[in-house]
């Protein structure tokens, strides 16, 4: 009994591994990835098209409107009944994705937190359009100084979690997240896609955002904006990519001002992923920019299945 886990930063080709593995039978493709699983973010998540996802099903993918938020506790809540499902129909589960807090909590357990409150957080968004997100950070460092170490300033979704938390317990995160709630441990096989090759990294976010333009990012982030009920500050369209295109379109910044924030938070995005792997163990890696590396991933699974 194995449970396979396709991490890695973005760019990195962690999708066209899992159809791989698919095309060769007896996979379940799960996805672990906070912004697939809303309806209408295509082509800015990378989500594979209509067709794939037809010929090769993905679990929690497309599973929530836009306009609703999507925690890590739902994410564990929905994740936990496939994999049992599929271990005990004698299929192998694979979990793909880039989500890093996901994957940790799957492995480490889930952190008794609050869920969240419409109201604080809507009174947080007010406070960051008046006083700027990096204010709110020196806030959060005032009341929990452990967390705000953590979170980068520019970390808006972290840094409202974090205070939400506290507004709503009097409770520091930091100190809630070290009573944990343990979940079932199955026999994970970690397999990291990672390049340390920053250079051709950036160069395959850049090409790649390049080629979602050309796809029609800016007219998806433009229809999602027109739905009822929808708003650049839901979690959905602080996505990277999403945030900076409706800048855009709002006409708070220019489209070339646009492109090359979306880029640079790509970026910045990769190297956040890249940490979070540091501190993961029993990862087996592979670099992809390297070598092909679907055959050596099967024979390690294969390994791990046999052993």
Known sequence: MTVVCILGPTAMGKTEVALALHARGGVDIISVDSAMVYRGLDIGTAKPDAQTLAACPHALVDIVDPWHAYSVAQFIDDVTPLISASLERGRLPVLVGGTMLYFKRLFDGLSNLPAADLQVRTELDAQARELGWPALHAQLARVDPEAAA???????????????????????????????????????????????????????????????????????????????????????????????????????????????????????????QHTWLRGMSDLVVFDPLESPVIDPIVRTIEERRAS
Request: charged share 25%.
């Open 150 to 272: 953590r979170i980068a300033s520019n970390d808006t979704q972290r840094i409202q979690r974090a205070l939400e938390v506290y507004r709503l317990t009097g409770t520091p995160m930091s100190c809630l997240q070290q009573a944990t709630v343990r979940h079932v441990a199955w026999p994970w096989l970690k397999l990291a896609l990672v390049s340390d090759d920053r250079a051709q990294v950036h160069a395959r976010i850049g090409q790649r955002f390049d080629a979602m333009m050309s796809e029609g990012f800016a007219d998806e982030v433009r229809a999602l904006l027109t739905l009822p009920g929808m708003h650049a500050e839901l979690p959905s369209m602080r996505a990277v990519g999403y945030r900076q295109i409706s800048r855009w379109l709002q006409g708070e910044i220019s489209r070339e001002q646009a492109l090359a924030d979306a880029k640079t938070a790509t970026r910045r995005l990769a190297k956040r």
